[in-house]
Nanobody, 123 residues
Framework: QVQLVESGGGLVQAGGSLRLSCTAS????????MGWFRQAPGKEREFVAA???????GYEDSVKGRFTISRDNAKNTLYLQMNSLKPEDAAVYYC?????????????????WGQGTQVTVSS
């Protein structure tokens, strides 16, 4: 069992930055694929970025060059650095862990989820 706790959300002006963190319980964090997803009101949960257990990374096209995902296995923590934020980035951001170790863009491929953290971007 893995428990995930996100933090770092908040209100930011367009063009600003936020860094989200996701801290995981358990001793097998390094073996999991970790992902960030987001869900805006009335929309489906969508892939943002993910990182394999081996460090391979993938991004959704709209965030490439603006967002950076990273992980610190010694701290059991996943990060998402978000720069040049746009109003359309506003959503609840979720951290997810996949026991296969390989990242996928489909939410159903992930086994554990955090409670989410709200990101609001004012124009």
């Amino acid at each position: 069992q893995v428990q995930l706790v996100e933090s770092g959300g908040g209100l930011v002006q367009a063009g600003g930055s936020l860094r989200l963190s996701c801290t995981a319980s358990g001793r097998t964090f390094s073996s999991y694929a970790m992902g960030w997803f987001r869900q805006a009101p009335g929309k489906e949960r969508e892939f943002v970025a993910a990182i394999n257990h081996s460090g391979s990374i993938g991004y959704e096209d709209s965030v490439k060059g603006r967002f950076t995902i990273s992980r610190d296995n010694a701290k059991n923590t996943l990060y998402l650095q978000m720069n040049s934020l746009k109003p359309e980035d506003a959503a609840v951001y979720y951290c997810a862990a996949g026991s296969s170790g390989i990242y996928y863009v489909e939410p159903r491929r992930y086994d554990y989820w955090g409670q989410g953290t709200q990101v609001t971007v004012s124009s």
